[in-house]
């Protein structure tokens, strides 16, 4: 019993997350139409081999539709007054941040698997392996909605500051992750600030799935992405936790 009203919280909080979200315009630029444009504009005029650079695209359209929406429910539901009405319901924050989490991942993962669909139907792209391309989504995509999630914990009512917030985290991680530059390719301290961005891992195990060149061992990828989504969970429902005591 305790279980089925645990998932059902979980799927109504998705749900509501999905059908009130998915259309907001921050959510649309900067989940979709943003890393498009920021990967075109590196592309083009360049000579570059399309199917060594695609695992980055591909991961970059994934972290950002997948951390779009998270950054967003939070201090929208403050602001709207519903985020108290919220947690008066049976349901404790862990089974509304895994719902928030949910509705992100579903998000990402669905984008971006257009994305591929449709790059692999258009473009010399070679696949694999299907099941790494699989676990590699599912695990980013989770990962990144968690990390969206965290990054809506601050006690405010003001998306803004959240989007700002998002921005000064999302945009590094970007350009230290393997995504214009490849692993191998970079100096050694570069290198050493590459292993503490989750997108870095991700690109990795994308390149295994299609059939480039993985820095990491196969399966490596995935294991960190899981370690990742723990400790942005964890945080996350510490912050929340203390914000709720101070009644914030």
């Known amino acids: 019993m305790i279980y089925e009203e645990f998932l059902r919280g979980v799927w109504i909080t998705a749900e509501k997350n999905i059908k009130i979200y998915y259309k907001k315009p921050p959510v649309i630029i900067f989940g979709l139409l943003f890393p498009l444009l920021m990967f075109l504009a590196f592309y083009m005029g360049r000579e570059l081999d399309l199917a060594l650079f695609f695992p980055g695209f591909l991961a970059m359209s994934l972290f950002f ?12 539901e403050r602001q709207a007054g519903t985020y108290e009405r919220l947690l008066s319901y049976p349901v404790n924050i862990k089974v509304v941040l ?72 999302r945009f590094p991680l970007v350009f230290i992750s393997g995504i214009f530059i490849l692993i191998g390719d970079m100096a050694e301290a570069m290198r050493y600030l590459a292993y503490i961005s989750p997108l870095t891992y991700l690109v990795d195990s994308f390149h295994v799935g299609i059939g480039g060149n993985n820095y990491f ?21 510490q912050i929340h936790k203390r914000n709720m005591i101070k009644g914030l």
Not at 147 to 159: C, D, E, F
Not at 230 to 235: D, G, K, L, P, W
């Open 65 to 76: 539709t997948s951390s779009s929406v998270g950054p967003l429910v939070t201090p929208w």
């Open 217 to 237: 061992s196969t399966g490596i990828g995935l294991v960190v992405l899981f370690l990742f989504t723990a400790v942005f969970f964890f945080i996350a429902v």
């Open 98 to 169: 895994i719902g928030d989490i949910i509705a992100g991942a579903i998000f990402g993962i669905s984008i971006s698997s257009v994305v591929l669909i449709a790059c692999w139907l258009l473009l010399p792209i070679q696949i694999v392996s299907i099941p790494m391309l699989v676990l590699s989504m599912i695990s980013g995509g989770i990962a990144f909605s968690t990390l969206g999630v965290l990054l809506a914990s601050p006690a405010t009512k003001a998306p803004s500051n959240i989007m700002m917030l998002s921005s000064l985290i």
